[in-house]
């Protein structure tokens, strides 16, 4: 029996051949690092193969080496070594899995108290190993085991496949609690969420290859794995609104620019809506009643994912409004909140994941605030200028007074010299946002300008008094205009080298 013994974990430990190309890529990891997402953007998702969609072969042996275990086995229990040869069989294959995980999926066992030691870079590295790994278990290597052991040891597969199998199961499901015990970030949503669509996707049908007493204690281990995962991704949701609640910068952004926090949160809104549908679930199923009352106002219809978005939209606005007071210029303030305001609706029209969830409503809603800050911003810097345009105070007894006429072209260059020296520092990141105001302050001003110089340019003395005066034609103006939110300080002081001659 000795030899029988020696023969068959002979077969069993060196007739493996290295198997054909099955073992499928974790989905989770075609998408960006979280680092990179946040910058942004869109990704094709892969999703790996349904347990159908492939013929289960015997974990890398062939048929003929599969038959003469049996057989063996078969010897060497009807000699009363049947224990033995389980033995023999149960250490081979639990170290032949576990060296196929390591080949195939780069996986090695990481304790629970290994996980809470790491950093995030290596944590960040370690879930795709384990996604992967879990979905092939799932998918492949799980079902070969169970099919090998029904070939070897008819009638008594499914314990030895549990006694290989189960182990490794709590082993998994330990480090998805653990991932989901350490502390949280914001940087740790996706990775959770890749997690939480693995316990979900792939082990259902896992369970079903385990026997009833063995599957109720699993789905338990999973619902608290997913409970915990779940939980963890609404707090980090938490997290991110008070991290917006608490900066509290006091120095504005130069120019009027897109502020960072808005930049931050978009794209990182725009990343959590990739999982939509995930997310929708994880706020459904586990969110605490307090967090489920807290429904924006005219929002009770929405989702509790929805409503969240919502929230973190309103904080953010409100955020970006208190920080719009940081500048003291008014039309600068306008053009920081036309800048935030178009990059967050843009964001959103750009995204069809984040724009079903605001929905068309919410959008016409901003665009129509953006409006808003329009008006102030042109009420604010071109009604003033447009003031020495008009007539009154120009003319006495029917005549023209020639002093109030100059002193009127002095204060419109001097007016305008300095909205252009002041606006040309200012940005306007979205072309065509810049290009829209851009039009709309010429539309305003060159009718404007060109009725006044027909008006009144005709009275002052043609030569000198007139170059003196009369610092800019209309084509000047328009010139100048297209130079406005650039940001460019160094064509502060160029308004009177581009007039013409």
């Known amino acids: 029996m000795a030899f029988l013994e020696d023969e ?123 996604t992967k790994t879990f979905k092939n278990c799932s998918s492949l290597f799980f079902p070969g085991e169970l099919k090998l052991a029904e070939k070897i040891f008819p009638g008594d597969e499914g314990s030895l496949f549990c006694i290989v199998a189960h182990g490794l199961t709590i082993q998994f499901l330990g480090f998805a609690e653990a991932v989901a015990m350490t502390k949280r970030s914001t940087e740790k949503l996706f990775k959770i969420l890749d997690i939480y669509e693995t316990l979900r996707d792939s082990f259902p049908p896992m369970e079903e290859l385990f026997p009833e007493e063995l599957c109720s204690e699993l789905r338990n281990e999973v619902t608290s794995a997913r409970s915990r995962l779940g939980e963890s991704a609404i707090n980090i949701f938490s997290d991110l609104e008070n991290s917006i609640k608490s900066d509290s910068s006091k120095t504005p952004v130069p120019g009027g620019a897109v502020h960072p926090l808005t930049r931050y949160t978009m794209n990182y809104l725009k990343y959590s809506c990739e999982y939509k549908d995930t997310l929708e679930q994880v706020f459904k199923s586990h969110s605490k ?77 901003r665009s129509s605030e953006l409006r808003n800050y329009h008006k102030s911003y042109q009420r604010e810097t071109w009604g003033k200028l447009l003031g020495f345009l008009g007539h009154e105070g120009l003319m006495h007894n029917g005549k023209i007074v020639k002093p109030n006429l100059k002193e009127r072209f002095k204060s419109f260059n001097a007016t305008f010299d300095e909205i252009h020296k002041t606006q040309t520092t200012w940005v306007i990141n979205d072309e065509q946002l810049q290009s829209e105001l851009r039009v709309s302050i010429t539309a305003v001003m060159i009718p404007a300008y060109r009725a006044f110089m027909a008006r009144f340019g005709q009275y002052l003395d043609p030569g000198r008094q007139t170059e003196k005066y009369v610092k800019y034609q209309p084509e000047d103006i328009e010139d100048l205009i297209d130079e406005l939110f650039e940001g460019n300080t160094s064509s502060s002081s160029t308004a009177t080298a581009k007039r013409r001659t």
Request: charged residues 30%; contains cysteine.
């Open 8 to 130: 068959f974990r002979i077969l069993l430990e060196e007739s493996v051949i290295k198997e054909t190309a099955l073992v499928t890529d974790d989905a989770g990891s075609q998408r960006k690092s979280t680092e990179d997402a946040v910058v942004s953007q869109d990704q094709d998702q892969v999703t790996a193969p349904e347990p159908g969609d492939q013929e289960i072969e015997y974990p890398g042996y062939s048929e003929d080496v599969v038959v003469l275990l049996r057989k063996i086995a078969e010897k060497m229990k009807a000699g009363g070594y049947g224990w033995e040869c389980r033995e023999v069989y149960l250490v081979g294959r639990r170290n032949i899995l576990m060296r196929t995980l390591k080949q195939d999926c780069e996986f090695e066992k990481v304790s629970i108290d290994e996980v809470q030691k790491m950093s995030w870079g290596e944590l960040e590295r370690e879930i795709p190993i384990w």
């Open 289 to 365: 009643m307090e967090q489920e009352e807290e429904v924006p106002a005219n929002n009770s219809a929405c989702s509790a994912f929805a409503s969240q978005l919502m929230r973190i939209m309103d904080l953010l606005d409100g955020n970006m409004e208190a920080k719009s007071k940081l500048y003291k210029d008014i039309p600068l303030s306008c053009i920081f909140m036309m800048n935030n305001g178009r990059y967050i609706v843009q964001k959103i029209k750009g995204s069809a994941e984040i724009h079903e969830v605001m929905g068309d409503t919410w959008c016409r809603r």
